[in-house]
């Protein structure tokens, strides 16, 4: 099973600042089989990046994700008041596909 | 717009059998694949397992000797069965769409999800 670590755990920011998580792979996942997730309380998760780096419908330019192999970052270039939220890592490389266990990005 | 819908009980006894059914509405359950996933506190987000429009699935391992998910094209809907549950299966679960298109490529990826339902295993 590939474990997928996030961090930091809690990323404190204020509005307008950039925030970038962070995603390690314990094995290589190749970067067509991870996507990012936005979850706010009560809510679904929802799609941000696909593929590593494409943005899903809707999403705006702020939110980007890069990376490959074992280390993949997503970075919102501007924090706006609707972004604080928790934020998940998947895989598809290989089953079961699984989640990192999220980073929450918070209000300083 | 494709949208999903969880529907079932919210309370299960341990060691029966929790059913769930997620109906899509606009837009076509064929040709995608279709998940159900769990978030519980203690265990995250979990994977449950897929099945594929022609009726193809995988589940995830731990899981798999307790499941089966199957599909109604008919109805445009896909159902998850989970057997001898216990308290640890309580949890909130969410169907999802699990493909997206991107300049003609389909990729993985849960790119529409339903809302959630809240199941509790207790008696």
């Known amino acids: 099973e590939i474990v997928l670590t996030q961090s930091p755990g809690t990323l404190s920011l204020s509005p307008g600042e950039r925030a970038t998580l962070s995603c390690r792979a314990s094995q290589s996942v190749t970067s067509t089989y991870l996507a990012w997730y936005q979850q706010k309380p009560g809510q679904a998760p929802r799609l941000l990046i696909f593929g590593a780096s494409s943005r899903a419908t809707g999403i705006p330019d702020r939110f980007s994700g890069s990376g490959s192999g074992t280390d993949f970052t997503l970075t919102i270039s501007r924090l706006e008041p609707e972004d604080f939220a928790v934020f998940y890592c998947q895989q598809f490389e290989t089953s079961p596909w699984t989640f990192g266990q999220g980073t929450k990005v918070e209000i300083k | 717009q494709v949208q999903l819908q969880e529907s079932g009980p919210g309370l299960v006894k341990p060691s029966e059998t929790l059913s769930l059914t997620c109906i899509v509405s606009g837009g076509s359950i064929s040709n995608y694949y279709w998940s159900w996933i769990r978030q519980s506190p203690g265990r995250g987000l979990e994977w449950i397992g897929y099945i594929y429009y022609s009726g193809t699935t995988k589940y995830n391992p731990s899981l798999e000797s307790r499941v089966t998910i199957s599909v109604d094209t008919s109805n445009n809907q896909f159902s998850l069965k989970l057997s001898s549950v216990t308290a640890a299966d309580t949890a909130v679960y969410f169907c999802?769409?699990?493909?997206?298109?991107?300049?003609?490529?389909?990729?993985?990826?849960?790119?529409?999800w339903g809302q959630g339902t809240m199941v509790t295993v207790s008696s």
């Open positions: 999802a769409k699990t493909s997206t298109m991107a300049r003609g490529v389909i990729y993985y990826a849960f790119d529409i």
